[in-house]
């Protein structure tokens, strides 16, 4: 190895050891100025956020704290290819005592409840489509609503009677995005009650 070839590896060495304490030195300054800026001020009460009094705080109740759900009792003729039935479904508000769908219903008209375009749904009878949480869970598709024309299954369904304290008469199927999200929307009484 020549003489002028080990002088430049040992340079390059030392440069690379140079440049690396500069950026550890550039680093500790770094933190010695600017960490203390990070810490909070001394008069403000730091917490574990599993200490007991923040878990008290924020201990959540149950949802349904009180077991009420929906009222209303529905006829539903619900027909699929070579099948169909007739069922009931009678909710009386009382979810630990309904069946099921009378649960799945009430979570259902709670996220159209938080749904904030579930108003301009309207109806497809030209009403302004204002109404109950639970009431919208059977509002039509207004007519000139743009939407696919997919169709999602045969299935086919005839819903009547009451639903908090609304009469509730309409017809559901899966033609078309819009009716589809409609059917997904009230499959819990669409399918064969258990």
């Known amino acids: 190895m020549s003489h002028s070839h080990s002088d430049r590896r040992s340079r390059g060495s030392l ?21 203390p800026s990070m810490l909070p001020p001394p008069d403000v009460e730091t917490t574990n956020a599993a200490s007991p009094e923040v878990l008290g705080s924020v201990v959540e109740q149950p949802e349904e704290a009180d077991g009420t759900g929906p009222v209303g009792q529905l006829r539903i003729h619900v027909s699929d290819r070579d099948r169909a039935w007739v069922q009931t479904l009678n909710c009386t508000g009382n979810l630990a005592e309904d069946p099921e769908p009378c649960a799945v219903m009430a979570e ?13 749904a309207g109806s497809g009878d030209g009403e302004d489509g204002a109404g109950t949480p639970g009431s919208l869970l059977f509002t039509e598709v ?26 509730i008469d309409t017809t559901l199927s899966r033609k078309g995005s819009c009716e589809e999200a409609r059917w997904q929307r009230l499959r819990a009484v669409t399918e064969q009650l258990g």
């Open 15 to 35: 440069g690379t050891v140079l440049l690396a304490g500069a950026c550890c030195a550039g680093a500790a300054a770094y933190a010695v100025l600017v960490g």
């Open 108 to 120: 259902a008209a709670q996220e159209l409840a938080e749904d904030p375009t579930a108003d301009e």
């Open 142 to 167: 207004r007519e000139g609503t743009v939407c696919t024309d997919k169709v999602y299954g045969p299935q086919e369904a005839a819903i009547e009677g009451t639903w908090e304290g609304e009469e």
